[in-house]
């Protein structure tokens, strides 16, 4: 279905105009009557969806990371204080009991989350 170009405008309003904004006024009509600018607005869009996606998968990936180097920290903070001399330690019994809770339940539902996809 061809479409006509009718543009109408106000001689007055762009009697003082350039001929390069003329050109580009109706091009731009030229487009728009086409809808090229309707897809250029839904790609553009489409692009912006695109990098808000890519920003908060790069957040959660950041965000994993810093959980599992903290978990690796408690791994190695409990290790320090089984294995090494009690003159060595600097945390106290309370803290001690606060990163083995921390660490057991975080290892218990990673074996409940396999258990349930192995068994579901």
């Known amino acids: ?5 009718v543009i109408s405008y106000d001689d007055n309003l762009l009697k003082n105009a350039e001929p390069d904004a003329m050109a580009l006024a109706k091009s731009e009509g030229e487009q728009f009557l086409l809808e ?5 607005a839904a790609v553009s869009e489409h692009g912006r969806k695109e990098d808000s996606r890519a920003v908060i998968h790069k957040c959660s990936i950041c965000l994993m ?3 599992y180097l903290v978990m690796i920290a408690g791994v190695f903070t409990l290790g320090w204080h089984w294995m090494c001399p009690e003159k060595l330690h600097f945390l106290t019994h309370a803290q001690i009991d606060t990163i083995k809770n921390i660490l057991l ?3 218990a539902a990673n074996f409940a989350k396999e258990f349930y996809k192995k068994h579901s």
């Not at 279905?1 to 170009?5: A, F, G, I, S």
């Not at 090229?36 to 250029?40: I, M, Y």
């Open 105 to 107: 339940s975080g290892l």
């Open 65 to 67: 990371i810093a959980i």
């Open 36 to 40: 090229k600018l309707e897809q250029e």
């Open 1 to 5: 279905m061809d479409k006509k170009l």
